[in-house]
T-cell receptor
Framework: AQSVAQPEDQVNVAEGNPLTVKCTYS??????LFWYVQYPNRGLQFLLK??????LVKGSYGFEAEFNKSQTSFHLKKPSALVSDSALYFC????????????FGSGTKLNVKP | DTAVSQTPKYLVTQMGNDKSIKCEQN?????MYWYKQDSKKFLKIMFSYNNKELIINETVPNRFSPKSPDKAHLNLHINSLELGDSAVYFC???????????????FGPGTRLTVL
């Protein structure tokens, strides 16, 4: 079975500091991994994805994620956090037996303080 | 120019009632989804349609019935609403073309359902 885990319910960081939101995955095969962001009272927005190729993936709003096969991780990062980055972040993995199906993590609330 | 739209945005109703939520996407995507997000923000897939055909049907009470009149629309009808149905329901769409593994999802703004 495929799954992703987000071990932190909440991450607090000061504006201007680097941020990391953690995600680990469990997939029997090649993983197809995604990050989404949800602002209050809004739907999820796609940030970036890892399908194949370079382990460092660049996405929207200055975010990037590093795919690490040995650690089965896909952590979301940003070199310098903005207050406007405060939101709920979801990691997701595609079901390799049914590409139409996704499994989402439990979400991590990112708080960026001025 | 909204990509994925849902109506209504808010729905407050009494237990036992029947209600519908509508979803439309103007992205030309082949696949559409319904997700339920509970009060702890956990997101779970309920249904998926590809070109009007049901392709995913998770363990959902049969009080929930999706309908896709065409590939741009996916509606969700809920019979005999219960307190536990209170949640935010998200519609999403995704391109159906190959390579399928590359395709991300585009989400609607959500419908907050409150059952009293």
């Amino acid at each position: 079975a495929q799954s992703v885990a987000q071990p932190e319910d909440q991450v607090n960081v000061a504006e201007g500091n680097p941020l990391t939101v953690k995600c680990t995955y469990s997939v029997s095969g090649n993983p197809y991994l995604f990050w989404y962001v949800q602002y209050p009272n809004r739907g999820l927005q796609f940030l970036l994805k890892y399908i194949t190729g370079d382990n460092l993936v660049k996405g929207s709003y200055g975010f990037e994620a590093e795919f690490n096969k040995s650690q089965t991780s896909f952590h979301l990062k940003k070199p310098s956090a903005l207050v406007s980055d405060s939101a709920l972040y979801f990691c997701a993995v595609r079901d390799i037996r049914n590409f139409n199906k996704f499994y989402f993590g439990s979400g991590t609330k990112l708080n960026v303080k001025p | 120019d909204t990509a994925v739209s849902q109506t209504p945005k808010y729905l407050v109703t009494q237990m036992g009632n029947d209600k519908s939520i509508k979803c439309e996407q103007n992205l030309g995507h082949d696949t559409m989804y319904w997700y339920k997000q509970d009060s702890k923000k956990f997101l779970k897939i309920m249904f998926s349609y590809n070109n009007k055909e049901l392709i995913i049907n998770e363990t959902v009470p049969n009080r929930f019935s999706p309908k896709s009149p065409d590939k741009a629309h996916l509606n969700l009808h809920i019979n005999s609403l219960e307190l536990g149905d209170s949640a935010v329901y998200f519609c999403a769409s995704s391109p159906g073309g190959p390579p399928l593994r590359n395709n991300e999802q585009f989400f609607g703004p959500g419908t907050r359902l409150t059952v009293l």
